[in-house]
């Protein structure tokens, strides 16, 4: 590997490397933007959980005016949610689609996101080290294999 290709592989690992940290740093503000649209036209019901995962759970719960709802994209911080259970939400009375579980918050996607860019930095800096070894080691084999040909001695 040239020593061009090399930077220029390096260079896209971190261009790689930084998408990912501020996809991460978007999902953390877009928390908590949703939390703050919450916190503003603040409701709260007692839902029940209709599907469970530890990504996704869908609740159903009555609004004030007796509407059902079910958020179609499910419910903010959904973690150990089991399916049937009665559960105490939180929602933005003007959009009642963000709806969260009462008493969690951003915070829990912190730790997340930080563990995804940290490992993503980490599997970078690795490769580039390795990448940058291979190369290191390819072009010293190289020079040596050059160096150490034996001169051909002419016959006297």
């Not at 290709?5 to 930084?18: D, E, M, S």
């Not at 959009?95 to 997340?112: C, E, F, K, Q």
């Not at 580039?128 to 080691?137: G, Q, T, Y």
């Amino acid at each position: 590997m040239s020593p061009t290709h090399l930077r220029r592989t390096q260079i896209g690992l971190l261009i790689v490397a930084g998408i990912v940290t501020i996809m991460m740093a978007v999902m953390v503000a877009g928390c908590y933007r949703d939390d703050a649209s919450i916190d503003d036209n603040l409701a709260t019901a007692t839902a029940d959980v209709v599907t469970a995962g530890s990504t996704k759970s869908t609740v159903r719960f009555y609004t004030p005016d007796g509407q059902v709802r079910s958020p179609r994209l499910g419910i903010f911080y959904p973690t150990e949610l089991a399916v049937g259970q009665r559960i105490s939400v939180e929602y933005d009375s003007a959009n009642p689609d963000l709806v969260r579980v009462a008493g969690r918050d951003a915070g829990l996607s912190i730790i997340p996101a930080v563990s995804i860019a940290g490992y993503t930095w980490l599997f970078v800096v690795a490769v580039m080290v390795l990448l940058a070894e291979i190369s290191r080691r390819r072009r010293t084999d190289t020079t040596d294999t050059a160096s150490s040909t034996p001169d051909v001695a002419t016959p006297a």
